[in-house]
Every structure is written in C-alpha cells, then in structure tokens.
C-alpha cells in the first residue's frame, strides 16, 4: 500500500463509485514497484461494486487521465490487467528534514497544515 497513493485518490474530485475504484486501487498500489493489478473481481469486492460498473468506471478514469492500464496474456490465457496510477511521488529532502514541499503545493508559504 501508498500512503501517498491513498491521499492522491481521496483528494481527486469524483462521482462516489469513480473514487472508491481509485481508492480500492491506490490501497494496492505498491509504492516500490509501481505495480498495481488486482482483478476487477477483487476491485469490485471491495468496492462494494458489480465487476460491470467497475468495468466502466476504470474505462471513465483512464479517460479523464487518472490512469493507465494495460492488459495482457501469459501463455495464451488473460491475466489482470495492470493499472498505473498517475500521481506525483513524494520526494524527500536531500537533508533529510522530510517531504519536499515542491511536492505539496497546498503546503507552500510555509505553512506546514493540509
């Protein structure tokens, strides 16, 4: 899981079912690899959405630019698609003292509040 996926998702402005697909996809974002490819069963389960709706609201956000996804074969049989969520990640500072505000522009002026 992302933390800072997580916080993408939930800041984005959406119709209730787009953003509880983002949410369910950021929760299994892997900040390390990048890779996040449940199966739109599992997005569905733990929307609380069929795999139908959920169908057209991946199709909706990638549209919109939110994300990517691709599909794909291994030896001939369909195996989850793989989604790639467009946020920025946090970068740290060089000197260590946390996140980069650059990175936070909500955060700019100083002050350090959401």
Request: net charge positive; glycine share 10%.
């Amino acid at each position: 899981m992302s933390h800072d996926a997580l916080r993408w998702a939930m800041s984005q402005e959406l119709r209730c079912t787009d953003k509880m697909v983002l949410t369910v996809l950021a929760d299994c974002h892997n900040h390390k690899t990048g890779q996040c490819n449940p199966s739109m069963a599992t997005i569905a389960t733990r929307a609380g959405l069929s795999e139908r709706c959920v169908k057209d609201v991946v199709k909706r956000l990638a549209k919109s630019g939110l994300m990517t996804v691709k599909s794909g074969t291994r030896n001939g049989v369909k195996i989850a698609n793989r989604y790639e969520l467009m946020f920025k990640h946090t970068v740290p500072n060089v000197g260590g003292g946390g996140e980069n505000e650059a990175s936070h522009p909500q955060r700019r002026g100083g002050s350090k509040k959401w």
